[in-house]
């Protein structure tokens, strides 16, 4: 009989310790579908041990120099091999909430907690719990790295119980989210009769656009990255591309043909371009968007349902898809309305400027765009009418981080990037001295 193998159980940090829970979640593998680790499924208890530890070491952490707050940073940051020197800066003052998910488990964690420490505060976070293994890691850097217990406590599980112990918890008056749209709405309300300072990092439906002076060799690779990177599992992922009717047969006949060569393939492959997606739950949601554009008539032109994935037996059970590629869609489907956050894409006509800018700005988000386009005079002008956070023209992904990040509409409130997190983390006050 073969040997079970021994499952990874995480912990919770608090305190500077490593503690158990008495209550433990499953976590898996998406390559496989096999439970990989349990992570604690946290609640109260363990939040209000988190608050405590972060009330206790406010009072020294707060008051240290703002270069012994970076000499930590900096150890931190050599010990992740990523800068984060330049939040180290910024003065202080409170206990913080934080909540990342789990499309880009460390960077958005530490893009979190770096300027909150940085400016003095001490901090609660709560990582997804599909990506809890990565927080875990971070959490014995942050203790070889010197970090002050109470500091940095870190918090498992999931966010009905345990994220909204952190949410509605009358000590934590400062909640940095990063998440879905739905997610935000519930802790907007759970936070509102304490008045809670939020940042609200959300979801997207983000348009390319692409005019027929386009420079198509390079807008065709970088718009298959845009819409497939990461299995179209990032927020800034593309997922609506207008196509101006004289090139529209050229470009989806391209683009097609592109897209089918990003291949799909496990974790060992360096060949592959994408992997599975995060979870069974997210698999089915996804491809349930498929289903439904098939429904209304629309033609699926590559992956889902047309292409054949071909896996390795291990894998099979894995939460794998193809890159999906949807025309003779209308704009009111589900499809162009809602983020899907998986790698389908769908390809859509326009005739002239102003309809597409329209078209573009017909969807509740606003997080990020593409516009490709010769014409300078006519990418600012598009770029300015579009009601999104961030366009890139001629490009997509070029990030200058210091520049300020977030999404208008439905996709957020409040800015990150290194001076916006810090106006986030720090309080500003109104002292009058009278001599
Ligand atoms: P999610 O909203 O389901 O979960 C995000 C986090 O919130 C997780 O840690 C989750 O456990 C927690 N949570 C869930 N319900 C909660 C509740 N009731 N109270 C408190 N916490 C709760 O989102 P997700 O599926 O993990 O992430 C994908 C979403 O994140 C997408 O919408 C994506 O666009 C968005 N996102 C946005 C950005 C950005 O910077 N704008 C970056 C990455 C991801």
Redesign the pocket.
């Known amino acids: 009989m073969a040997a079970t193998k021994e499952l990874l159980m995480l912990e919770n940090f608090i305190g500077g310790k490593f503690l158990p829970c008495n209550s433990y979640i499953d976590s898996y593998d998406p390559s496989t579908g096999e439970v990989y680790c349990k992570v604690p499924n946290s609640g109260k208890e363990e939040i209000e041990a988190a608050v405590e530890a972060a009330r206790e070491a406010f009072p020294a952490w707060s008051s240290q120099s703002p270069q012994g707050r970076s000499q930590v940073l900096n150890r931190i940051a050599d010990l992740l091999e990523q800068s984060l020197e330049e939040f180290a800066q910024a003065e202080s003052k409170d206990q913080a909430g934080l909540?990342?998910?789990?499309?880009?488990p460390l960077y958005?964690l530490t893009w979190k907690i770096a300027p909150a420490i940085a400016s003095g505060n001490t901090v609660i976070a709560?990582?997804?719990?599909?990506t809890s293994v990565t927080a875990w890691m971070m959490c014995k850097l942050l203790d070889r790295a010197g970090v002050p217990p109470g500091v940095v406590n870190i918090v498992f599980?999931?966010?009905?119980r345990?994220?909204?112990a952190?949410?509605s918890h009358p000590e934590v008056p400062l909640i940095s989210?990063?998440?879905?749209?739905?997610?935000?709405e519930?802790?907007t309300m759970?936070s509102a009769p304490h008045c809670k300072k939020l940042s609200l990092?959300?979801?997207?439906k983000n348009p390319a656009i692409v005019f027929e002076d386009a420079v198509l060799e390079e807008c065709i690779p970088a718009t298959v990255r845009s819409s497939f990177a990461n299995q179209g599992?990032?927020?800034?992922c593309t997922s609506r591309i207008f196509v101006q009717n004289s090139i529209y047969h050229e470009f989806v006949k391209r683009f097609v043909e592109a897209t089918r060569k990003w291949k799909v393939g496990i974790p060992s492959d360096p060949s592959a371009s994408m992997g599975a997606l995060?979870s069974k739950t997210?698999l089915e949601k996804v491809r349930s968007y498929v289903k439904k554009a098939r429904a209304e008539g629309a033609q699926v032109l590559c992956g889902e349902g047309v292409d054949q994935l071909s896996l390795p037996p291990r894998n099979q059970a894995g939460y794998f898809m193809l890159p999906t590629v949807i025309t003779d869609i209308k704009d009111d489907s589900c499809c162009m309305k809602e983020?899907i956050?998986g790698p389908v894409t769908c390809v859509v006509p326009f005739d002239n400027e102003e309809e597409v800018i329209q078209r573009a700005n017909s969807v509740k988000y606003g997080?990020a765009a593409t516009v490709w386009s010769s014409n300078v005079g006519r990418v600012h002008r598009v770029a300015k009418k579009l009601q999104s956070g961030l366009v890139w023209t001629n490009c997509w992904l070029i990030r200058e981080l210091n520049l300020p990040?977030?999404?208008m509409k439905s996709?957020?409130i409040g800015r990150?990037g290194a001076k916006d997190s810090y106006d986030f983390f720090t309080e500003i006050k109104t002292i009058t001295v009278k001599h």
């Open positions: 909540i990342s998910p789990w499309n880009l958005l709560k990582p997804s719990e599909l599980g999931t966010g009905p345990v994220g909204e952190l949410v989210f990063t998440g879905s749209q739905p997610t935000a519930r802790i759970l990092e959300l979801g997207g599992e990032i927020c800034l995060i997210h983020e956050f997080l990040f977030g999404g996709s957020g990150e």
